[in-house]
């Protein structure tokens, strides 16, 4: 895990950071993103809410906000307390 941890964190250093190079990195590709900020998931296809180690729910950002209340609270939480522009 730490050599698998190491390349990560040296791959995503390198990672460009305008949305659309981005994007343009990523085009055609399934991408697995562990976010911490939400800002970083809202345009993906496909989201999944881990509760407690299992799925909860998953679906685009847009679909999460109107089905699923823990999705929407955790929304809410960010953008109150101006957490996304950390």
Not at 16 to 22: F, N, R
Not at 56 to 65: F, I, M, P, T, V
Request: glycine letters at 6%; one cysteine or more.
């Amino acid at each position: 895990m730490a050599c698998f941890t190491h390349c990560l964190r040296g791959a995503t250093s390198e990672m460009p950071s305008s949305g659309a190079a981005l994007h343009a990195l990523i085009r055609e590709k399934t991408v697995i993103v562990v976010a911490h900020r939400l800002s970083t998931i809202t345009e993906a296809d496909n989201i999944i809410v881990l509760d407690q180690g299992r799925a909860a729910a998953s679906g685009r950002h847009e679909d999460l906000l109107r089905s699923l209340q823990q999705y929407r609270n955790l929304w809410r939480r960010f953008a109150e307390t101006g957490a996304e522009q950390t």
